[in-house]
Structure formats: C-alpha cells, structure tokens
C-alpha cells in the first residue's frame, strides 16, 4: 500500500490542546487511523494511506477548530471527529458546538455535540411535540431542560412543567417515610438535578415557589389543560399506553412538549406494552410531531458509558427474544405447572 503525505493547519499555539495531556489525543489518532504524524518547521505532517492520512487531517484541522473556538477538548470530542472522519460524514464538531443553547448557573456553555444531538435541539424548536428516543447518556433529558429554561427566561411560556412516571427501577422499595412529597422526591430527583445546574438552586426555588415551574409525577397530570407551558415528561418507557394518551391530550395552546425516553430500559411488569412504544407507530405520521432517535454514537457520558451501551445493543440483536433472562410466558407457565404436580421428583 503506498503512503503519502498530508499536512494538517493546527496553528502552534493549539498544538497542545489538540495533542491532549502527554500526547494522549494525537497518539489515539494514529492508532485508530494506523497513521503517523510529525511535527516539523510548523507544520503537522500526517503519513499513512491516502484515505487514513486525509482522515487523520481532518480530524486535527476539526480539533484545532474547535479549541480556536474556545472548547476544551475531551475524549468524546476525539473519538466524534474519528467516527465522522471513518465515516466520511459531511461537517465538523467545531460547527455543531457553536450552536450554544443557554449557559450553565455556572457560566458553562449548554451545546449539542453530535449531530444527532443538533437535529435534536432543532426539531424541538420547530414542532410541537418532539419524541427523543435513545439510549442512556445521550443528552435527551439534559438538553430538552436547557430549551425550556432558554424558552422560560425568554418568555415565550409563562412555565415549565416536569414529569415522569413514579415507578421502580427493577426493585420495591416499600413504604417510603415523610410526607406525600418526600415520597415521590426520590422517583423525581434526576430532574432536580438538571434543574439546579441548568438554573441554579436559589432560581430554582424563587420560581417553585411562585408555581411557575413544576415537577411532579406523572399521576398529576390527569384532569389538567396545560396552556402557554413548556411541559417534559421524562423515562418515557416506563408509561403505559393509557397513561402516554392521557399526558399527550393535556397539551393546551402556545405549550411545547418533549417527550424523552430509552426503549431498552424498561421498568414496566412483563410482556407489558409501552406507551412509548404504542405512540411511536401510532403518530408517526403527523407532521407536527417530531421522533428524533439518538444512537450509542451521540452518547457524551464517559466514553465507557458508549461501549457498554454498544456492548448491549450487540448483544440485544443476536438474541431478540431473551428479556432479562425470563423465559417466555408459554414456558414460564409449564414450568409452574410442573413443580405443582404431585409426586414430582425432588431429588
């Protein structure tokens, strides 16, 4: 295979940046891309085949983009240029982090940093509804909160309305003390938490207090019109078809909806429907409503968290119809039947 000879533009004051910490991004790159890359009379010259050497150019040129626009650059930001440059995806992650949603209490820019995490933020703003479906990680939830305190300290809704469905995660918890609000607090926190660092607690608490924000579970919102409101209902998957219904008819006039949730972290009895599910197929086709599917590539957690979400969905598509483990309710019942029997062997 014969090698050529690309020279990146990395001005040298962004050198160390795109390197990283003891060379770490730039020794990543050549492994990933099988490529070597020189330093020499100010210029980054990449030696490898002609696709891996262009790939490898475009990934140093993207990341001196992005830390020219002040970005500090982690992992996740390499290991995206890469995917983009071996996929040959047109655009660049520096174009995707200037599109800034709101700050931090802190001052930290609130931006998406994939492309499906673009198209995401997008839809939200031109539909009504959207639907984020993907997997853990993926920003659904963190994002759908920044448009709705961006469009809250905007005023284009006079109040923000979070919900979620009240249910264990796979275990009972029993009889939980205090009041009715500490007992749902818990099922209720991740929302908080979002809040707080999106907003701020004292923010928070002023506007709370005022009813002008408002998170509860999922069971309140029954019998409610909700105008004028930007209303997020969170875990999707954990609803059923009866409860999804009922939230989606809540919607009042000037409101928006984000609806977000992961189809392979179900808390729902076996073999039941998710509402989820049942409002995919059903309103697919209205124009008006957006379903917007992130995947393990738009994960921004650790980059650990995007090979464990791949491990599984590797895993989910060799055996489709194991669940948890349990053996389909044809064989779940004979087996009862069988240790029922009389003068069943124990031995």
């Known amino acids: 295979m014969a090698l050529v000879e690309k020279v990146a533009k990395v ?5 160390g940046q795109v390197f990283g910490q003891f060379d770490a991004w730039l020794k990543k790159i050549e492994r990933t891309l099988n ?18 050497a262009e790939g490898a150019k475009r ?14 650059i982690t992992e996740q930001n390499v290991n995206y240029a890469l995917s983009l440059a071996m996929e040959k995806t047109d655009g660049s992650i520096a174009q995707i982090d200037r599109e800034i949603i709101c700050h931090t209490a802190a001052g930290k820019p609130v931006s998406p940093k994939t492309f499906g995490q673009k198209n995401y933020v997008e839809a939200i703003r031109s539909h009504m509804i959207t639907f984020g479906i993907g997997p853990a990680g993926t920003g659904k939830t963190y994002l759908a909160m920044a448009a709705a305190i961006t469009a809250f300290k905007n005023e284009e809704v006079s109040r923000i309305i979070m919900t979620r469905p009240a249910i264990e995660a796979g275990e009972k918890l ?36 005022k009813g002008l924000i408002e998170v509860a579970p999922l069971a309140y919102m029954r019998g409610r019109t909700l ?36 189809l392979t972290q179900k808390d729902l009895p076996f073999e039941s429907r998710s ?73």
């Open 11 to 15: 001005p040298e004051e962004l050198e």
């Open 35 to 52: 490529v070597t890359v020189i330093a020499r009379d100010s210029e980054l010259r990449v030696i490898g085949s002609e696709s891996a």
């Open 59 to 72: 990934v140093l040129e993207d990341l001196a983009a992005l830390a020219g626009q002040g970005s500090v």
């Open 174 to 209: 029993g009889f939980l003390p205090g009041d009715l609000q500490s007992k749902i607090d818990p099922y209720l926190r991740p929302l908080y938490d979002a809040l707080y660092q999106i907003m701020g607690p004292d923010s928070y608490q002023k506007n709370a207090e």
């Open 227 to 262: 105008d004028n409101a930007f209303i997020i209902l969170d875990e999707a998957q954990n609803t059923t078809p009866a409860q999804m219904k009922m939230f989606l008819t809540r919607v009042g006039f000037g409101s928006k909806v984000i609806v977000t949730g992961d």
């Open 275 to 347: 509402g989820l599910e049942v409002a995919v197929e059903v309103l697919s086709k209205i124009d008006e409503i957006a379903f917007c599917r992130l995947t393990s590539k738009d994960v921004v957690r650790h980059p650990l968290v995007q090979k464990i979400v791949q491990a599984y969905e590797t895993y989910e598509k060799k055996y489709p119809a194991k669940e948890e483990g349990r053996p389909h309710s044809g064989r779940r019942n004979q087996l009862e039947r069988s240790r029922r029997m009389p003068g069943r062997d124990r031995g």
